[in-house]
């Protein structure tokens, strides 16, 4: 029996086929099978004399693959079809017979049981699918398939296999040749991993924005993959939200956030958040996990603790795609509270201006009647002892003002999704 084909062929990042094509003959039969000759071969049986009469046996296949990588519980060949399931025992005399390296492991899988008849097909194709290990290093995958053959007609026996011997009835590798099982084949293949493991501080009333990344190395030159993402929670009452699909280039770090709204009677503590990346049919799947941390508001006379003031605002249209600020007042502002007033891009009569100290803030002269032009920022920060500071800004855009409201709780270092 040989290895008439044995390579690996990559179409989904995370996951390769072995494709494997066994001659049940000797490879010196080449007068009476020319397309098992040595020549058509990749790699020659251990000189195990030809069988001249049918027999009932079981094939054996053995994968040595990286550690975490993970093969198909079944698989069935290709014509004539014949079925495979794992088999430990014949994994586990592998092991013995040829300890793997510390970063690899034998998968073994066994057929049902068969006749063998000489004069039929001789030729057998076999893809099973693995997955790859987690990762998106662009680790080169290292790997070899052996073949083997037990006679007999029962399924279930262990497989237990002699020291290596050509004449044995019961020879679990009978291609390729032992030295050659020491090696390995070595393929460039495409993977991808998500990361996360980040903390987020929210509060209560809030939305948490939990970051993560999805890493796609494309050393086998897949090209741009699209992959699909998911997000679930820990946290009671609410639901993760996240971009359903995701492009990534090739060799690319792709920044996503999970958007967790906390409900406002949420218990102090921490809760995970969990993201999933999936691509291919079966899918292929990379999983992380980060952490939301719910702190307490802050509270005053017992009463949970208000945002800081509003803001009113009118903008006019001006020929050309621009805005002209009619209306832009801040009112209801706390006590000792602020006012701040950014503006960033063509248009803008000044850079940054702070009121203190007033309830009510009209900020339209402060634009002198300039017309702002896309895609100039305005941003308007209102903030105030024991207040939820709020931060509000406008983007012109050509036919439109695009307005965009966040939140920031007393102690978070940055600005949030308001409730």
């Given amino acids: 029996m040989s290895l008439k084909e044995n390579k690996v062929v990559q179409a989904t ?8 094509v066994v001659c049940a003959s000797n490879f010196a039969a080449v007068k009476t099978l020319p397309e098992c000759g040595p020549s058509n071969l990749f790699a020659a049986d251990n000189n195990r004399t030809d069988a001249t009469t049918a027999k009932k046996g079981q094939l054996l296949v053995g994968f040595r693959v990286p550690i975490g990588a993970e093969g198909p519980a079944t698989f069935s060949t290709k014509s004539p079809a014949l079925a495979f399931t794992k088999s430990d025992t014949y994994a586990g005399e592998l092991r013995r017979l040829f300890p793997p390296p510390a970063d690899q492991q034998w998968l073994g899988y066994i057929s049902a049981v068969g006749d063998y008849d000489p004069k039929g097909a001789r030729v057998l194709e076999m893809e099973p699918e693995f997955t790859l290990p987690a990762s998106a290093t662009g680790s080169p995958f290292r790997w070899r398939t052996v073949v083997g053959f037990r006679e007999g ?12 011997d050509p004449n044995v009835a019961n020879r679990c590798i009978e291609s390729p040749a032992d030295n050659r099982i020491r090696t390995d084949e070595v393929n460039a293949v495409s993977n991808f991993n998500v990361l996360g493991s ?16 999805l890493l796609y190395a494309d050393t086998a030159r897949l090209g741009k993959q699209t992959f699909s993402l998911s997000a679930r929670t820990a946290l009671p009452a609410t639901t993760a939200r996240i971009a359903a699909q995701l492009p990534a280039a090739p060799d690319s770090t792709t920044p996503v956030e999970a958007l967790v709204p906390v409900p406002t009677n949420t218990p102090a503590g921490r809760y995970a958040v969990a993201v999933n990346g ?12 980060g952490t939301i941390v719910v702190e307490p508001v802050p509270q005053q006379a017992n009463k949970p603790l208000p945002a800081a003031g509003k803001v009113g605002f009118i903008f006019l249209k001006v020929k050309g795609g621009g805005r002209k600020v009619a209306r832009l007042t801040a009112t209801q502002v706390p006590a000792k509270g602020t006012v701040s007033v950014k503006c960033r891009g063509r248009g803008c009569a000044f850079k940054s201006k702070t009121v203190k100290g007033r309830r009510t803030v009209s900020l339209a002269k402060q ?3 300039r017309t702002l032009r896309p895609i100039a920022v305005i941003t308007i920060g209102i903030t105030g002892p024991n207040r939820i500071a709020k931060e509000i800004s406008f983007t012109i855009r050509k ?12 102690g978070a270092k940055k600005t949030l999704p308001c409730a």
């Fill in 399 to 410: 036919g439109k003002t695009v307005a965009k409201k966040r939140c920031r709780p007393p």
């Fill in 367 to 369: 634009f002198r009647g």
């Fill in 13 to 20: 990042p995370g996951k390769v086929t072995i494709r494997t």
């Fill in 153 to 164: 007609g029962d399924a279930a026996a262990p497989v237990s296999c002699p020291q290596p």
């Fill in 198 to 213: 980040a903390t987020t501080t929210a509060f209560a009333g809030t939305t948490a924005v939990v970051p993560f990344k």
């Fill in 278 to 289: 999936t691509i291919g049919s079966p899918a292929v799947t990379r999983a992380a996990t």
